[in-house]
């Protein structure tokens, strides 16, 4: 006994792909199959929304100590940072925040650190760009546990250090 089988998707000679036919027959064959079927289109509007919103970048620069070679770098450091947000058609601008002449062996006494994290909470920063892991925190515990809170963050929050080509969000 020979069964006769009825292909669920066949091609056309038409215009349209091959992807849109098959989705048409199945639907088709669905629909014949349950009345009471229902198609649900994709919201192309909404997603389209979201893919124009720009990223909210900021800079964080930051030396330890204030002599004139560290000022050098500092300024230096500030500079790239802004000309790098700006340049990029895909971020809005969300700032610089700097410490000057502060270590970075514990986070309490870096006001600009503190602010930009709090930025972050606020919702007005997507990502961080710095030069290093050693300018962001020379405290591992601090840089890790830094660096959790903000990727828990909804949105996520992620640091870019430009040094060692590391995103915390990949």
Request: proline share 2%; aromatic share 6%.
């Given at each position: 006994?020979?069964?006769?089988?009825?292909?669920?998707?066949?091609?056309?000679?038409?215009?349209?792909?091959?992807?849109?036919?098959?989705?048409?027959?199945?639907?088709?064959?669905?629909?014949?199959?349950?009345?009471?079927?229902?198609?649900?289109?994709?919201?192309?509007?909404?997603?389209?929304?979201?893919?124009?919103?720009?990223m909210r970048v900021c800079g964080?620069?930051?030396?330890?100590?204030?002599?004139?070679?560290?000022?050098?770098?500092?300024?230096?450091?500030?500079?790239?940072?802004?000309?790098?947000?700006?340049?990029?058609?895909?971020?809005?601008?969300?700032?610089?925040?700097?410490?000057?002449?502060?270590?970075?062996?514990?986070?309490?006494?870096?006001?600009?650190?503190?602010?930009?994290?709090?930025?972050?909470?606020?919702?007005?920063?997507?990502?961080?760009?710095?030069?290093?892991?050693?300018?962001?925190?020379?405290?591992?515990v601090d840089c890790i546990s830094?660096?959790?809170?903000?990727?828990?963050?909804t949105p996520p929050v992620g640091?870019?250090?430009?040094?060692?080509?590391?995103?915390?969000?990949?």
């Open positions: 006994m020979e069964e006769k089988r009825t292909a669920l998707v066949t091609r056309k000679s038409n215009k349209t792909g091959i992807g849109q036919r098959n989705r048409e027959q199945i639907r088709e064959a669905y629909s014949t199959a349950n009345p009471n079927l229902v198609v649900i289109p994709v919201k192309e509007a909404d997603k389209a929304a979201k893919d124009t919103r720009k964080y620069c930051r030396v330890s100590t204030e002599t004139e070679e560290q000022q050098g770098s500092f300024e230096l450091q500030i500079q790239e940072a802004e000309k790098q947000i700006k340049e990029n058609p895909a971020w809005d601008f969300a700032g610089i925040y700097a410490d000057e002449g502060i270590s970075a062996t514990s986070v309490e006494r870096r006001k600009e650190f503190l602010r930009m994290i709090e930025d972050c909470k606020a919702g007005k920063i997507d990502l961080i760009i710095t030069k290093s892991v050693s300018r962001f925190a020379r405290n591992l830094t660096i959790r809170l903000l990727k828990n963050l640091i870019y250090f430009e040094n060692d080509r590391l995103n915390t969000l990949d």
